[in-house]
T-cell receptor, first 111, second 116 residues
Framework: SQQGEEDPQALSIQEGENATMNCSYK?????LQWYRQNSGRGLVHLILIRSNEREKHSGRLRVTLDTSKKSSSLLITASRAADTASYFC???????????FGTGTSLTVIP | DTEVTQTPKHLVMGMTNKKSLKCEQH?????MYWYKQKAKKPPELMFVYSYEKLSINESVPSRFSPECPNSSLLNLHLHALQPEDSALYLC???????????????FGPGTRLTVL
């Protein structure tokens, strides 16, 4: 399966700090998406970056994509306690429209 | 309406029971998905329906039987489950399942299933 590997597995920061999480994947992609999941709930789509894009912003989120290294990063600036959640990357393989979630990063923002 | 609803929220069943999970969306999406998620793990894709036809079955045991009665509804019928099938079952939908560059999925809140 086309699964992403995320790093770190867990991250704990103080409110107001920035949080960075990384995703690496194995094959050529069409796009890569990031999702957030609050504990025991459904996932929420955060941002999609296409394979021909290098950087994308959405509010406090900044996503980068390096297709030569097969990696992406998600930066959350000025973190808030409400950002506490698990974050998953989801690379979409060129060969199909379905995608598989990465292993996830558990983010804890301490007030 | 950008909501995906799932019922029930919680379900406890014995290994000999038959039950069904339901999912509904009214966004006009033509692709619907079932995922299974164990604690502290990413969601695992189980089934994908595209235009009410089963497109993907990720080698899921036959004790899980999906059904898509129409473009808005998706069911997952459960029979003779095992305790290891206890998990959060998530439903999702997206605009389509053809070669689209954009395939954001909208997720329901999930059904927490416990098999005794």
């Amino acid at each position: 399966s086309q699964q992403g590997e995320e790093d770190p597995q867990a991250l704990s920061i103080q409110e107001g700090e920035n949080a960075t999480m990384n995703c690496s994947y194995k094959t050529s992609i069409n796009n890569l998406q990031w999702y957030r999941q609050n504990s025991g709930r459904g996932l929420v789509h955060l941002i999609l970056i296409r394979s021909n894009e290098r950087e994308k912003h959405s509010g406090r989120l900044r996503v980068t994509l390096d297709t030569s290294k097969k990696s992406s990063s998600l930066l959350i600036t000025a973190s808030r306690a409400a950002d506490t959640a698990s974050y998953f990357c989801a690379p979409t393989a060129v060969t199909g429209n379905q995608f598989y979630f990465g292993t996830g990063t558990s983010l804890t923002v301490i007030p | 309406d950008t909501e995906v609803t799932q019922t029930p929220k919680h379900l406890v069943m014995g290994m000999t029971n038959k039950k069904s999970l339901k999912c509904e969306q009214h966004m006009g999406h033509r692709a619907m998905y079932w995922y299974k998620q164990k604690a502290k793990k990413p969601p695992e894709l189980m089934f994908v329906y595209s235009y009410e036809k089963l497109s993907i079955n990720e080698s899921v045991p036959s004790r899980f039987s999906p059904e898509c009665p129409n473009s808005s509804l998706l069911n997952l019928h459960l029979h003779a489950l095992q305790p290891e099938d206890s998990a959060l079952y998530l439903c999702a939908s997206s605009q389509g399942f053809v070669r689209l560059p954009y395939n954001e999925q909208f997720f329901g809140p999930g059904t927490r299933l416990t098999v005794l």
